[in-house]
């Protein structure tokens, strides 16, 4: 499985939590698929602790993801 970033839209945060709206893209062999991602994480000390992830295109990420 190969996982890339390929855009970050914006990034918003505090001291407590980061939102990253990011473009993805997953590929195994010859699939590939693409989409929209919202990241939401956590940060306590300076560090994520907890992370949730929300893609708008999951049927096809699981397509290709098997």
Do not use: C, P
């Amino acid at each position: 499985m190969r996982t890339s970033v390929d855009e970050i839209h914006d990034v918003v945060g505090n001291d407590e939590h980061v939102v990253a709206l990011v473009k993805i893209t997953v590929t195994s062999g010859d699939a590939a698929a693409s989409a929209g991602s919202v990241w939401v994480m956590h940060v306590k000390d300076g560090m994520v602790h907890e992370f949730w992830g929300m893609n708008d295109n999951q049927a096809e990420i699981d397509r290709v993801l098997g």
